[in-house]
């Protein structure tokens, strides 16, 4: 199914940015959607963005939309998460996945996942 590495997490303070990083071997990247979920302590895991085989077609969760931005590198099999005006409530544990299709949804779509990096934002 390929690998699935992040990288990018830590520590931040609550207005501050982060950069997730997510590369990608073992299958043909610029043929499947991308994205990015997280779960934070006690919570089950969500949803927090996708990107489709291209990247001409992204989606959000209402929680993160017009702070975070997903975007992908298909020459550098390579996806990113651009976290701004980050909140405490986006502390979590970040997964990246790699959907089985060229179009990004839910968990049951995905093919792959990484093995998550933590994001703290404090208050």
């Known amino acids: 199914q390929g690998q699935l590495v992040e990288s990018g997490g830590g520590l931040v303070q609550a207005g501050g940015s982060l950069r997730l990083s997510c590369a990608a071997s073992?299958?043909?990247?610029?043929?499947?959607?991308m994205g990015w979920f997280r779960q934070a302590p006690g919570k089950e895991r969500e949803f927090v963005g996708g990107i489709n085989w291209s990247g001409g077609n992204t989606g959000y969760a209402d929680s993160v939309k017009g702070r975070f931005t997903i975007s992908r590198d298909n020459f550098k099999n390579i996806v990113y998460l651009q976290m701004n005006s980050l909140k405490p409530e986006d502390t979590a544990v970040y997964y990246c996945?790699?959907?089985?299709?060229?179009?990004?949804?839910?968990?049951?779509?995905?093919?792959?996942w990484g093995q998550g990096t933590q994001v703290t934002v404090s208050s």
């Open positions: 996945a790699a959907y089985k299709t060229g179009w990004w949804g839910g968990q049951t779509q995905v093919a792959s």
């Open positions: 073992g299958r043909a990247f610029s043929s499947y959607a």
